[in-house]
């Protein structure tokens, strides 16, 4: 099993930059594949970006070309940079892991959640 903790959320204004961070604790982060996912008030958890253990990435087009999700496997650490906010991306963000070699990216693919940390983009 793996334990994810969040960190990095707040708030910013339009147009402003954050990132966040992953650590996982339990076992070996490169044995996962991770996940980003989000979840607005009053909307389903929607996927932000996955990375599997080979580094592939995948993102929502809604994210495309302004988040970057990354992962340091020495560090047993995930990244979500997020650069040019916008006001719908306000919601808690989650991070998220599995076994696997593939790439994952609904949500029931994933056993493992942290706690979620929030993201307020306003002005």
Do not use: H
């Not at 996982?24 to 996955?50: C, H």
């Not at 560090?75 to 040019?84: A, D, E, H, I, P």
Request: hydrophobic content about 30%; glycine content about 12%; proline content about 2%.
């Amino acid at each position: 099993q793996v334990q994810l903790v969040e960190s990095g959320g707040g708030l910013v204004q339009p147009g402003g930059s954050l990132r966040l961070s992953c650590v996982a604790s339990g076992n070996i982060l490169s044995l996962y594949v991770m996940g980003w996912y989000r979840q607005a008030p009053g909307k389903q958890r929607e996927l932000v970006a996955t990375i599997t253990r080979s580094g592939t990435t995948n993102y929502a087009d809604s994210v495309k070309g302004r988040f970057t999700i990354s992962r340091d496997n020495a560090k047993n650490t995930g990244y979500l940079q997020m650069n040019s906010l916008k006001l719908e991306d306000t919601a808690v963000y989650y991070c998220s892991a599995r076994l696997g070699i593939g790439s994952y990216t609904r949500v029931n693919d994933y056993p493992y959640w942290g706690q979620g940390t929030q993201v307020t983009v306003s002005s």
